[in-house]
């Protein structure tokens, strides 16, 4: 069994995270620095009681890095071009970045959207993504798993595959919003008044650390990839 870390980070902290990699993956093109990222991301999970997730992390950029040296920027083959892992390196790094916001409790995101004076037509959608994305990930999960067992899932059909999976979540995913909705009604989220929270909302030295520490890590990684210093 994996530990839990007592290590936990107010959503403004994860935030700040998640946007400066967002903008360093449109900015960075060196290697170096986007697998320095990735490490960087990993102990980010590991120390959030993450463990799992930065391991199989950690092994899919390992297996990326693999990939990218034996290309040496042709590709493998036709069905893995250059572009294709170029675009697979960044969109993992992504996942890494909003992996810990999407485990958040929603009423934590509200009660931090309402102290932030954050406008509900801003708050209320980003608290569904939250709560949608990863019920979507799961229905997915057990779509996989039943037409495993039933032996649909073949290479050999890929449209006919395709549409095994992607129809039943098709046709859940618009329940799992309603019933999201729902919910988000019955607790009042929706209410004009003071939205409280059973954690403590507070913006810790420890969130103040981990800011300044992603802040430094980018602008280093920023400096390192143009070569300012050169």
Not at 33 to 55: D, E, K, N, P
Not at 68 to 74: A, D, E, H, I, L
Not at 148 to 176: A, K, W
Request: aromatic fraction near 8%; charged fraction near 15%; glycine fraction near 6%.
């Amino acid at each position: 069994m994996i530990p839990k870390a007592d290590v936990h980070f107010d959503f403004r902290a994860k935030l700040v995270v998640a946007v400066l990699v967002m903008s360093l993956v449109a900015l960075l093109t060196s290697d170096i620095t986007l697998y320095a990222l990735m490490v960087f991301l990993v102990l980010y999970l590991a120390i959030q009681g993450l463990s799992r997730h930065a391991l199989i992390y950690a092994l899919i950029a390992l297996a990326l890095g693999m990939m990218r040296v034996v290309s040496n920027g042709n590709g493998l083959t036709f069905l893995l071009p250059e572009m294709f892992l170029f675009i697979l390196v960044r969109t993992t790094i992504m996942l890494m970045a909003a992996e810990p916001l999407l485990g958040m409790p929603p009423g934590e995101v509200v009660a931090v959207c309402k102290k932030m004076r954050v406008p509900d037509m801003a708050a209320l959608p980003l608290t569904f993504m939250l709560r949608f994305l990863p019920a979507v990930e799961g229905e997915f999960r057990d779509v996989f798993e039943a037409l495993g067992m039933r032996r649909l899932l073949s290479f050999r059909h890929p449209l006919r595959t395709f549409e095994h999976v992607v129809t039943p979540v098709m046709l859940r995913s618009s329940r799992i919003a309603e019933e999201l909705a729902a919910s988000a009604e019955s607790r009042g989220i929706s209410s004009p008044g003071e939205h409280t929270c059973r954690r403590v909302i507070r913006f810790g030295c420890h969130d103040a650390a981990l800011s300044i520490i992603s802040m430094a890590i980018a602008f280093s990684c920023v400096v390192f990839d143009k070569g300012f210093l050169a």
